[in-house]
């Protein structure tokens, strides 16, 4: 007798991105479909990045760096902007301490000198609870811009080549990188092996154009509040059929 039953398919998860770059995007509209205000969107969006950060854990990711809040979000209306602004307080109130029973570190890039002071304090506080943390860096993109980290980082140089500590010739791609925001990440990690969009949309919008120049993206219609571990898992799956060479053959 042939037996036909088709081999159950098993997901393909062999190899496990070290870091992943998420753009959180839908919230808006994820509110809109239940006929809410879009900040419930953004709370939900909260709940969903702790499900995701948890099983990005769980499945063996180093490195997770969010898009938060962009230099270009302040122009939304006032209120919205307040309400993003609190979210870090309550995010780190309501699911630090489960992130730190689970050995995660909670790092941050961007711009936060001009983030509001309670926004400030609860990120330094996530910091420096979790900083002895081996395991995931979540990694919030807070007022990062990624050509305004690009231009601090020229900025810099420049200063150190006019003080004559290094001359022009020793400007290599391991000297800017070293200058970007990312600087403080596992050398052997900074870069995203994998960037998920979420809610359909086809771009980067400033987030890490340095870091992702090798990076295989994913992008799905799902909204982001809707995105899940088990849509965790099919970006992963993506991934793994990706064929990745580096320029090379
Ligand atoms: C983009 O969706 C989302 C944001 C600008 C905010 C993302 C923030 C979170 C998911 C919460 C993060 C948690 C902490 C702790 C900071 P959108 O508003 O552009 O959605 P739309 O395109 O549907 O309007």
């Known amino acids: 007798m ?112 001009r983030l509001p002071e309670a926004t400030l304090g609860a990120l ?18 807070l007022n990062y811009g990624g ?12 200063q150190e080549v006019l003080e004559a500590n290094i001359s022009p010739d020793d400007i290599t791609e391991e000297v800017i990188a070293n200058h970007l925001m990312t600087n403080h990440l596992p050398y052997l990690y900074r870069d995203p092996d994998l960037i998920i969009r979420t809610s359909g949309e086809l771009r980067l919008s400033n987030f890490l154009p340095w870091q992702s120049a090798y990076s295989e993206f994913y992008f799905t219609p799902v909204l982001w509040p809707d995105f899940k571990g088990d849509e965790l898992v099919k970006a992963i799956e993506s991934y793994n059929e990706r064929q990745r060479r580096f320029g090379g053959i």
């Open 124 to 141: 330094n506080r996530a910091c420096e609870t979790t900083k002895h943390n081996s395991g995931l860096i979540l990694n919030f993109a």
């Open 2 to 113: 042939f037996n036909f039953r088709r081999k159950e398919k098993k997901p393909h998860l062999d190899k496990i991105p070290n870091h992943i770059g998420i753009i959180m995007d839908g919230n808006g509209r994820w509110a809109k479909k239940r006929m809410q205000p879009r900040v419930m969107g953004h709370k939900a969006g909260m709940d969903a990045l702790q499900e995701v950060t948890i099983k990005a854990l769980q499945l063996g990711v180093k490195i997770l760096t969010v898009y938060a809040f962009s230099t270009e979000n302040w122009s939304r209306p006032e209120s919205e902007v307040s309400f993003i602004m609190n979210l870090p307080v309550e995010f780190f109130d309501k699911y630090v301490p489960e992130l730190n029973a689970n050995n995660v570190r909670v790092q941050v890039i961007g711009d936060t000198k």
């Open 147 to 158: 050509r305004a980290e690009i231009t601090e980082a020229v900025k810099m140089i420049a």
